[in-house]
């Protein structure tokens, strides 16, 4: 009996048992699941969260933010840079000058030669951010996410900053014509202004004034106030940030990044604005009615010097110092966020590579 009820016994228990494992129970448990559709912009994510790129991208979009943002200052620093001893001498305030303008040209005074500055601004400002990403990691680090010294960064940041004048200088120049188009306050709105446009005055300038060369007259002054500038940006933001930045934590907060960009830009522009003054000065030395023929960045040194004192290579910091705070503090944050953004898109890019 024994040996009829084993198998009697042993054989149902493994039907039972296998047809519990395929049927109603499995197929409650796990139901089939659609395989998810291929996201069609997955290589695009991944090739614009690359950090050199994220940077190229986060710089233009800083660029653009930080000049609209100080525009009508950046317009009055520049009409101060460019009068001259002989000129009507400039006695109105910042707050008084900027009154002036609104009189007499409205809103579009505050913004004019705003678009093309963003034109310029943005390519400046990428090539800048992604040149020194790229230095930075491919030259001077020795692996991802080296904290580097300060001279390192300084350095770093000049070579990053000629990188990307080079490539703009020609914008810069016509930005200027545009933004000037008179040279003295006193006829700031004594005539409707008919300038030409952009591609027209860059135009004209390389047909008339000697071509390419024309283009990229004051580049001398420009590169030697460029790259001091910039590297000290660079250095001394990540410094401050750094030093702002609490123990444990990978990133400060926007305050904290808005006061590191403002002390970065104080202190570099501070240190660099003698060479903005003659770049405008070597970019309005063809323009009629302007009064300057300089020889050269000594020559233009010792005539400013001479006729309106040292004074003459400050012209226009007043409103160039208010500016920076705004500007350089904006430029920072904006960077940083749209970068993080992009990085963001790719989570296997580290904080550290950044």
Request: charged share 15%.
């Amino acid at each position: 009996m024994s040996a009829l009820k084993g198998p009697q016994l042993q054989s149902p228990q493994p039907a039972p048992s296998n047809v519990q494992m395929q049927t109603p129970d499995s197929g409650l448990s796990r139901p089939p699941q659609a395989v998810p559709a291929p996201d069609p912009f997955l290589g695009f994510k991944e090739r614009i969260s690359q950090p050199v790129i994220a940077a190229f991208c986060a710089g233009g979009v800083a660029g653009a933010v930080s000049r609209t943002v100080v525009s009508p200052l950046e317009r009055l620093k520049i009409l101060l840079q460019v009068q001259s001893a002989g000129r009507n001498a400039y006695k109105l305030s910042v707050g008084q000058a900027l009154g002036k303008m609104w009189k007499e040209e409205g809103w579009r005074g505050f913004m004019r030669g705003n678009g093309t500055n963003c034109i310029r601004i943005v390519p400046y400002s990428a090539v800048q951010f992604s040149s020194y990403n790229f230095y930075k990691r491919n030259i001077f680090e020795s692996y991802p996410g080296q904290d580097l010294a300060p001279f390192t960064r300084l350095v770093c940041g000049g070579i990053a900053g000629i990188t990307s004048v080079f490539f703009t200088y020609p914008l810069d120049i016509v930005r200027t014509r545009l933004s000037i188009q008179t040279a003295s306050f006193a006829e700031l709105g004594s005539k409707p202004v008919h300038m030409p446009g952009m591609w027209a005055t860059m135009t004209q300038m390389y047909k008339t004034e000697g071509g390419m060369a024309a283009l990229y007259r004051g580049i001398i002054p420009t590169v030697a106030g460029v790259a001091p500038y910039v590297g000290l940006n660079f250095m001394v933001y990540e410094s401050v940030r750094k030093y702002l930045t609490y123990d444990g934590e990978q990133n400060p907060s926007a305050s904290r990044k808005l006061l590191a960009g403002a002390i970065s830009g104080a202190v570099a522009q501070t240190f660099t604005y003698p060479f903005d003054v003659l770049r405008r000065r070597f970019q309005i030395n063809t323009m009629s009615g302007m009064g300057y023929q300089y020889k050269g960045v000594f020559d233009a040194i010792r005539v400013i010097v001479g006729q309106e004192g040292i004074r003459g290579l400050y012209k226009g910091i007043v409103p160039n110092l208010l500016k920076v705070a705004p500007s350089m503090a904006s430029s920072w944050l904006s960077f940083e966020m749209t970068r993080d953004f992009l990085t963001g898109l790719n989570p296997e890019v580290s904080q550290q590579a950044l």
